[in-house]
């Protein structure tokens, strides 16, 4: 089945410094998403991009949706500690399918 | 709208106990899912439905986890019984035909 491998798996960065993580796939999506679980709680949708290319901004972050359909980035920009918590890419192949998600990234950030 | 919402946050149970986890959809939603979260394993979808009815339940662990949609609005999942390494957050999540899911905020179960 797909797979969705997500890097780097962990990151503890100092507030103020940029972030970037990825996902890549095996086999092609029509729609990536990304998602972020604070501590305790569920992961929440952040952001979707639905074509590829697609390059969209939500405030610090900016996602986007490569090319060969296979791939996805976020970054986020000046980090600040309310950013701590697992980032997650999740693609899907059409409507009514289902998300496949990646293994996460853990966002640490010291004040 | 309140968004997904599960019960209870958390439960502590001996081995052996019955253990029941609730989850009320958003309304309109026509996609229930039931995610098991642990640090080993990550997300791990377990079961889901598509207008009530279980579509693939091939990620339930064993016989002894079962999951009930009555009716668009309730779910629940059933670990009888329980073992400690069923200790897991587990999630509900809905959603419409597009878009993304919709999580609940969890179960944290703990099994002693």
């Known amino acids: 089945g797909q797979q969705l491998n997500q890097s780097p798996q962990s990151m503890f960065i100092q507030e103020g410094e940029d972030v970037s993580m990825n996902c890549t796939s095996s086999?092609?999506?029509?729609?990536w998403l990304w998602y972020k679980q604070d501590p305790g709680e569920g992961p929440v949708l952040l952001i979707a991009l639905y074509k590829a290319g697609e390059l969209t901004s939500n405030g610090r972050l900016t996602a986007q949706f490569g090319i060969t359909r296979k791939d996805s980035f976020l970054n986020i920009s000046a980090s600040i500690p309310s950013d701590v918590g697992i980032y997650f890419c999740a693609g899907q192949l059409g409507a009514g399918n289902m998300l496949t998600f990646g293994g996460g990234t853990r966002l640490m950030v010291k004040p | 709208d309140a968004g997904v919402i599960q019960s209870p946050r958390h439960e502590v149970t001996e081995m052996g106990q019955e253990v029941t986890l609730r989850c009320k959809p958003i309304s309109g939603h026509n996609s229930l899912f039931w995610y098991r979260q642990t640090m080993m394993r990550g997300l791990e979808l377990l079961i889901y439905f598509n207008n009530n009815v279980p579509i693939d339940d091939s990620g339930m662990p064993e016989d002894r986890f079962s999951a009930k949609m009555p009716n668009a609005s309730f779910s629940t999942l059933k670990i009888q019984p329980s073992e400690p390494r069923d200790s897991a957050v587990y999630f509900c999540?809905?959603?419409?035909?597009?878009?993304?899911?919709?999580f609940g905020s969890g179960t944290r179960l703990t099994v002693v």
């Open positions: 086999s092609i999506f029509n729609t």
């Open positions: 999540a809905s959603s419409f035909t597009e878009g993304g899911y919709t």
